[in-house]
């Protein structure tokens, strides 16, 4: 049974740091593009940032470039995303997915976690 499971959310103020993780088991890690993804309230969701099996290769939204860094550690099995210079437009649910290819996961295929809630107060 495949599970992603995401932490790290909470309350932050505009301008300050976040960093989410989100653990994965019941599959072979390495084989999996990671993404994370956000939906705001009455919106629909959102690509965030993409990482490649290796780690080699990301991806990013435009609205988090520069402010946004995602990375992983193949072997706790976890992916990250260290969000800075958080604004209130960055408030919405944030979700982990994987998939074995990132074409399929920019689409919303895969595996997905629960979510973990961002709020940033202005």
């Known amino acids: 049974q495949v599970q992603l499971v995401e932490s790290g959310g909470g309350l932050v103020q505009a301008g300050g740091s976040l960093r989410l993780s989100c653990v994965a088991s019941g599959l072979t890690f390495n084989w999996y593009t990671m993404g994370w993804f956000r939906q705001a309230p009455g919106k629909e969701r959102e690509f965030v940032a993409g990482i490649s099996r290796s780690g080699a290769g990301t991806t990013y939204a435009e609205s988090v470039k520069g402010r946004f860094t995602v990375s992983r550690d193949n072997g706790k099995n976890t992916v990250y995303l260290q969000m800075t210079s958080l604004k209130p437009e960055d408030t919405a649910v944030y979700y982990c997915?994987?998939?074995?290819?990132?074409?399929?996961?920019?689409?919303?295929?895969?595996?997905w976690g629960q979510g973990t809630q961002v709020t940033v107060s202005s």
């Open positions: 997915a994987a998939d074995s290819r990132f074409e399929q996961l920019v689409q919303g295929s895969g595996y």
